[in-house]
């Protein structure tokens, strides 16, 4: 017997050696009247034995009950049913080079077929041979800095990214594609934006929602936006790309400073908050929707401002916040603290004098809101008056991850509090959107009109064949 059939329960076991029926092998089952055609796949670590583990034809892993089985037949051999052929591709070094540096996500994953989850496992050649047409849009290189999950992305790998994009571009490359898990995007993308200044070309962070051995992942479409981008796009910014809808038709690409994941599992989970998205890429075209951005620089004026502190907290306001926390930090000797305040910028009256202490000794105190839209404004209620009489540093209309990774750049830099509060309250990357500028916001999740919105389209050089 297979000696991944290990764990399955004596039944399980009995019925597939009848059928000369191995792991991976394709399968026709009836199950409570209905026709399942998938791969029998390894049993999972955790789980009920006499539970048959099977990848659908729409990618979608089930489990079924083996007392339900009424007939399974064998469809092909394991080796027939992961034959895998790899696309012949002769890239062309006449079209702009594109680095394209991998760091882990999903966009990257495989199947753990031992527990049924995905894992980083990231050689981007392989997405070549399902994106061949990538190859008509730019001369790619790969290489695979990192291999993590996003939850595991930390500022000292914000710096390492930083060093590796900078030489990338120092190298040739006309923009840089970063392959990075969708959970933590939002803060590697501000960072980027605050560290990699006067770009020659665009930075973009791509991600998926959904693995590539799913028919519902949006890899594809994603990367090769991001390819795009990175190519064509005429500005020097640092970006993210990803779905702008539900289905197979745009994608969005937001200003690193001003993106959150705002869904857990849609394929347009990514908004751009307080301003609308920078561009969009459909059909081989890129769509600008605003004149306002910092274009492509000489590559001699490309500054690299890099480094992260990490004693900098996070940290969100709740009804009865125990002031000891914020205590626990300056004692703790943290060095900057980043509050996500209710409202216009509030917290209870009895965290005043910690936030008092805090700055008092030096720690700089940024209130941001817990709202998604809008911005701080302590000049309204009196609670705000007395945050600003403490010291604190209003955040504006600035994500509170963005105002996290911010601080923690700004610290790496000046531990000095005037200093601090300067370097935040200018806008460095479009972290700050413009109090008296009308804002347009467009609801990634029901769609937008792309071509109505656009104020400059550009047209991808392709070929005939394309």
């Not at 399974?72 to 027939?80: D, H």
């Not at 031992?114 to 190859?135: I, M, Q, R």
């Not at 911010?406 to 935040?424: E, G, H, N, P, Y």
């Amino acid at each position: 017997m297979n000696e991944h059939l290990e764990g399955y329960s004596k039944e399980i076991l009995e019925l597939l050696a009848s059928k000369d029926i191995k792991i991976y092998d394709e399968v026709l089952i009836e199950w409570k009247g209905l026709k399942l055609r998938g791969i029998i796949l390894p049993k999972p670590v955790y789980g009920d034995p006499s539970i048959l583990i099977v990848k659908l034809d729409n990618g979608y892993n089930v489990g079924l009950d083996i007392k339900s089985i009424m007939r399974i037949t064998k469809l092909g051999s394991a080796e027939r049913s992961r034959e895998f052929k790899r696309m012949k591709i002769s890239p062309s070094k006449e079209l702009p080079l594109v680095s394209i540096i991998g760091t882990g996500g999903t966009i990257s994953s495989r199947v753990d077929y031992k527990t049924g989850a995905v894992y980083p496992s990231f050689k981007l050649e392989d997405l070549y041979t399902f994106l061949p047409e990538v190859f008509d849009i730019a001369f790619l290189e790969v290489e695979e800095l990192l291999k993590i999950f996003s939850e595991d992305m930390s500022p000292k790998l914000w710096t390492l990214i930083a060093e590796k994009v900078a030489k990338k571009l120092g190298e040739g490359a006309k923009g840089v594609v970063i392959a990075h898990g969708t959970d933590t995007m939002g803060y590697t993308s501000a960072a980027l934006s605050f560290a990699l200044q006067n770009l020659p070309g665009p930075v973009v962070l791509v991600g998926a929602q959904r693995s590539s051995d799913r028919p519902s992942s949006d890899t594809a479409l994603n990367l090769l936006a991001a390819v795009a981008t990175a190519a064509y796009a005429p500005f020097g910014e640092t970006v993210v790309a990803m779905h702008g809808s539900i289905s197979d038709d745009y994608v969005l690409i937001h200003r690193g400073t001003k993106v959150r994941k705002m869904h857990t599992s849609r394929r347009d989970a990514f908004q751009s908050i307080n301003t609308i998205p920078l561009a969009a890429f459909k059909e081989n075209k890129i769509f600008l929707f605003t004149s306002k951005y910092r274009r492509r620089r000489r590559l001699e004026d490309l500054k690299l401002v890099n480094g992260f502190d990490e004693k900098v907290a996070l940290i969100k306001f709740y009804p009865g916040m125990d002031p000891t926390i914020i205590d626990f930090l300056v004692d703790k000797d943290y060095h900057g603290i980043v509050i996500e305040a209710s409202g216009l910028g509030h917290v209870r009256q009895e965290l005043i004098p910690s936030i008092e202490r805090a700055v008092e000794e030096e720690i700089p105190v940024v209130i941001t809101s817990q709202c998604i839209w809008g911005r701080v404004n302590l000049n309204v209620y009196r609670r705000g008056v007395e945050l600003i009489k403490a010291g604190v540093i209003p955040a504006e209309d600035m994500l509170p991850e963005t105002a996290f990774v911010k601080l923690s750049w700004i610290l790496a830099q000046t531990r000095d509090l005037k200093s601090v509060r300067k370097m935040f309250l200018t806008n460095i990357a479009f972290e700050i959107s413009c109090r008296r500028c009308p804002e347009h916001y467009i609801n990634s999740f029901t769609g937008i009109p792309i071509e109505k919105h656009a104020v400059e389209v550009i047209k991808l050089p392709l070929s005939e064949k394309s």
